[in-house]
């Protein structure tokens, strides 16, 4: 079974600071992992995602995370954060074989304080 | 841009009365899911789809909650009878078939069990 923890509930950072958001998984085989942000009252929107290759994945919004095997970890970065970042980010690991589905963590609401 | 389409966006029912909500995939996703997710967590599959067969609803409460997609294309998710529990959005998604593909999510149906 797979699985997805992210570290922190919530993250404040202010505008123009670091923003990172932390996702460890569990998968007994080659994960694909993603990372959707979710606005009040919307749906999920893609973020960026890691099936093979370049272990860095460059994404929407100027976000990037970098898929690291021997961490597990999937983590999600912004150089410099900006007051529309502040959303709910939700990571994900994807199932192979067959019934392909997405496994989400419990979410990391981020704020950006001015 | 294509988009996963889903009504209604916002429902307020009664205990014990039926409610349902409908999905129109991305035109060619053969593969479709409803996801629950109450508030302050990530999504939980209910049920998956491909084309009109249900490949898993193993954490669909089946006493009280029906899907279907007759015809392999849109799909209506049942619940009867709601419970003050079942408050929450309802998320569809859509992908094509084979792991690795993005999975692209509609609006959400919020639903509010009173």
């Known amino acids: 079974a797979q699985s997805v923890t992210q570290l922190g509930s919530h993250v404040s950072v202010s505008e123009g600071a670091l923003v990172l958001l932390r996702c460890n998984y569990s998968s007994s085989v080659p994960p694909y992992l993603f990372w959707y942000v979710q606005y009040p009252n919307q749906g999920l929107q893609l973020l960026l995602k890691?099936?093979?290759?370049?272990?860095l994945v460059k994404g929407i919004n100027g976000f990037e995370a970098e898929f690291k095997k021997s961490e597990t970890s999937f983590h999600l970065t912004k150089p410099s954060a900006h007051m529309s970042d502040a959303a709910e980010y939700f990571c994900a690991v994807g199932s192979g074989g067959s019934n392909y589905k997405l496994t989400f963590g419990k979410g990391t609401l981020l704020t950006v304080n001015p | 841009e294509a988009e996963v389409a889903q009504s209604p966006r916002y429902k307020i029912t009664e205990k014990s009365q039926a409610v349902a909500f409908w999905c129109d995939p991305i035109s060619g996703h053969a593969t479709l899911y409803w996801y629950r997710q109450i508030l302050g967590q990530g999504p939980e599959l209910l049920v998956q789809f491909q084309d009109e067969s249900v490949v898993d609803d193993s954490q669909l409460p089946k006493d009280r909650f029906s899907a279907e997609r007759l015809k392999g294309v849109d799909s209506t998710l049942k619940i009867q009878p709601a419970e003050l529990g079942d408050s929450a959005m309802y998320l569809c998604?859509?992908?094509?078939?084979?792991?690795?593909?993005?999975?692209?999510f509609g609006e959400g149906s919020w639903l509010t069990v009173v």
């Open positions: 998604a859509s992908s094509r078939t084979g792991p690795g593909n993005t999975i692209y």
């Open positions: 890691y099936t093979t290759g370049a272990t």
